[in-house]
């Protein structure tokens, strides 16, 4: 049976390899297994699609997260789960989708955060290396900023839980905001 919850937009921010896209999958799952209506927008496959024509500068970046804040409140209007997993380094860009889906539902912050060691270790897509190697330019964290959310709802330590305990730290955050 599907369930109805309330709008919300969960939108990880990290960097790199941090843990985003792992632990929104995982949450995803656990969501779904009770019959919720969820929706993943994830930036290296929106990059591929709805935000391919851009890159990686400032303004690019801006963007890009824009275009999907576009989206992910028209899916929290709708009541869907929507879990975002966007690098987002600047914090104004955070904050511009945070005013702009908390119109329409909730908004919850989860700061990604493990150590940019283990990130840079972990190196999931090998873009560390390349980055070190000065191949990619604008490489948040090794050559563009990453801003550190000042008072997120949740802060992940990656490097410390597995990722089933991260996605409970999300599930139980929803419930006792009265979101599930
Ligand atoms: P991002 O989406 O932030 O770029 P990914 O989810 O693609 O990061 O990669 C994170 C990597 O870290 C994966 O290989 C994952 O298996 C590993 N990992 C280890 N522990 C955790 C954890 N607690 N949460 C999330 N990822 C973890």
């Given at each position: 049976m599907n369930k109805r919850a309330k709008g919300v937009t969960v939108w990880f921010t990290g960097l790199s390899g941090a843990g985003k896209t792992t632990v929104a999958l995982e949450v995803e799952k656990r969501l779904a297994e009770q019959g919720y209506y969820?929706?993943?927008?994830?930036?290296?496959?929106?990059?591929?699609?709805?935000?391919?024509?851009?890159?990686?500068?400032?303004?690019?970046?801006?963007?890009?997260?824009?275009?999907?804040?576009?989206?992910?409140?028209?899916?929290?209007?709708?009541?869907?789960?929507?879990?975002?997993?966007?690098i987002s380094p600047y914090e104004s860009a955070r904050n511009y989708a945070k005013k702009e889906i908390m119109q329409v539902g909730e908004f919850v912050e989860v700061f990604v955060d493990p150590p940019l060691e283990v990130c840079e270790k972990r190196d999931v897509k090998g873009l560390y290396k390349k980055a070190r190697e000065g191949k990619i330019k604008n490489f948040t964290g090794i050559s563009d900023p990453y801003e550190k959310p000042k008072k997120p709802d949740i802060t992940l330590k990656t490097d410390q839980e597995t990722v089933k305990e991260s996605a409970q730290i999300v599930i139980d955050h929803l419930k006792k905001r009265g979101i599930l």
């Open positions: 969820t929706q993943r927008l994830d930036g290296d496959i929106v990059r591929e699609k709805l935000t391919g024509d851009l890159g990686f500068s400032k303004e690019d970046r801006n963007k890009n997260i824009e275009r999907n804040t576009f989206v992910a409140k028209i899916l929290t209007d709708n009541d869907v789960i929507t879990l975002c997993s966007f």
